[in-house]
């Protein structure tokens, strides 16, 4: 007799693949206090990614054997923390500024879609995915990250009922001498989330990385641009916008981002948050598994497939001194 098993299709989740590049190179990712300044910031902006791009093409293209290796640029703009303007004047002057300076902009992308993209909250997601490192002789007294908004590499400085003693925070996976990170992902405004930029651009790096699944779906997938005017608000403008035809995928094994040396605080957070999320096994096991087939080397940890180039900018003091944006302007 031979024995039959039955099985609900639906409770063998499939993880649906995603095309991939070998890299995905960010050419901006600025503040609409930058757009303000006008387009001759652009333009610096630009000059100095063009210096950069040709070596990071070179570099990409020795590391994986190849004279032509798949490489898809994009550029993120920031509509979640300040409404300025609009996409009709905005995405133009952006794209004009990048082709004087010799660059093709392949997907455009709107930074309030990595808080939420077709109606999924991806942000969130991402929220339920992190798992904290807890520090050695931790005891799970403080509340979670889901709770206090507050992520860490280590052990804050404890802080025992009654004590005037003070001792040093300590950094979990410390060589030598501890590099202690606390950051802060979220606050709550009127009741509403109000995700941090380190948070969302965590975001941005994994939809980068082609690791964001819904119910096993690609999220943050690219609509492509018809080639018509650009809408005049920016909730009608997709999250992201496929705006070269023929472009590499926008997905791809390992990301680089070129920006300003007043981003380094925000995206040593990146890598901090990025080293605590438990990212879709199924995910890795495709990126894993295709990559190998392509003779293409990726680091097994996710916050190692991200790499940057900081350049020095010149006249900061009039976009800002720092990198953390306004509070939110929103329409």
């Given at each position: 007799?031979?024995?039959?098993?039955?099985?609900?299709?639906?409770?063998?989740?499939?993880?649906?693949?995603?095309?991939?590049?070998?890299?995905?190179?960010?050419?901006?990712?600025?503040?609409?206090?930058?757009?303000?300044?006008?387009?001759?910031?652009?333009?610096?902006?630009?000059?100095?990614?063009?210096?950069?791009?040709?070596?990071?093409?070179?570099?990409?293209?020795?590391?994986?054997?190849?004279?032509?290796?798949?490489?898809?640029?994009?550029?993120?703009?920031?509509?979640?923390?300040?409404?300025?303007?609009?996409?009709?004047?905005?995405?133009?002057?952006?794209?004009?500024?990048?082709?004087?300076?010799?660059?093709?902009?392949?997907?455009?992308?709107?930074?309030?879609?990595?808080?939420?993209?077709?109606?999924?909250?991806?942000?969130?997601?991402?929220?339920?995915?992190?798992?904290?490192?807890?520090?050695?002789?931790?005891?799970?007294?403080?509340?979670?990250?889901?709770?206090?908004?507050?992520?860490?590499?280590g052990q804050r400085t404890p802080a025992p009922p009654g004590s005037t003693a003070w001792q040093p925070p300590q950094e979990t996976m410390a060589r030598n001498h501890?590099?202690?990170?606390?950051?802060?992902?979220?606050?709550?405004?009127?009741?509403?989330?109000?995700?941090?930029?380190?948070?969302?651009?965590?975001?941005?790096?994994?939809?980068?990385?082609?690791?964001?699944?819904?119910?096993?779906?690609?999220?943050?997938?690219?609509?492509?641009?018809?080639?018509?005017?650009?809408?005049?608000?920016?909730?009608?403008?997709?999250?992201?916008?496929?705006?070269?035809?023929?472009?590499?995928?926008?997905?791809?094994?390992?990301?680089?981002?070129?920006?300003?040396?007043?981003?380094?605080?925000?995206?040593?957070?990146?890598?901090?948050?990025?080293?605590?999320?438990?990212?879709?096994?199924?995910?890795?096991?495709?990126?894993?598994?295709?990559?190998?087939?392509?003779?293409?080397?990726?680091?097994?940890?996710?916050?190692?497939?991200?790499?940057?180039?900081?350049?020095?900018?010149?006249?900061?003091?009039?976009?800002?001194?720092?990198?953390?944006?306004?509070?939110?302007?929103?329409?």
């Amino acid at each position: 007799m031979t024995e039959s098993v039955f099985r609900e299709s639906t409770a063998e989740p499939r993880t649906q693949s995603v095309p991939l590049a070998h890299l995905s190179l960010e050419l901006g990712h600025l503040y609409m206090e930058d757009f303000e300044a006008g387009p001759e910031r652009l333009r610096e902006h630009f000059a100095e990614v063009r210096i950069w791009v040709d070596a990071v093409r070179a570099s990409v293209a020795r590391r994986a054997g190849l004279k032509r290796p798949r490489i898809s640029t994009c550029f993120l703009i920031d509509d979640y923390f300040n409404r300025f303007s609009t996409p009709a004047e905005i995405v133009p002057l952006v794209l004009s500024e990048a082709r004087k300076a010799g660059l093709v902009i392949d997907y455009l992308a709107r930074e309030s879609g990595c808080a939420v993209a077709d109606r999924i909250e991806l942000a969130e997601s991402v929220l339920h995915r992190l798992v904290e490192s807890p520090p050695p002789g931790s005891n799970g007294a403080r509340p979670p990250v889901s709770q206090t908004g507050w992520l860490a590499n280590g052990q804050r400085t404890p802080a025992p009922p009654g004590s005037t003693a003070w001792q040093p925070p300590q950094e979990t996976m410390a060589r030598n001498h501890s590099v202690f990170m606390d950051v802060e992902l979220w606050s709550r405004e009127d009741d509403a989330w109000l995700w941090s930029c380190p948070f969302l651009a965590a975001v941005w790096q994994l939809a980068r990385l082609g690791l964001l699944r819904h119910l096993g779906e690609p999220v943050l997938t690219p609509y492509p641009w018809t080639g018509g005017d650009f809408p005049r608000d920016w909730d009608r403008l997709p999250p992201l916008l496929r705006l070269t035809e023929s472009a590499a995928p926008f997905s791809a094994y390992r990301t680089c981002t070129l920006m300003p040396n007043r981003f380094l605080a925000v995206e040593d957070a990146v890598r901090l948050i990025l080293d605590q999320v438990d990212v879709d096994s199924g995910a890795l096991r495709q990126v894993a598994v295709r990559s190998a087939g392509e003779g293409v080397a990726v680091p097994e940890a996710v916050a190692q497939r991200a790499t940057y180039v900081f350049y020095e900018e010149p006249g900061v003091e009039s976009v800002g001194k720092s990198a953390n944006p306004p509070p939110p302007k929103r329409t």
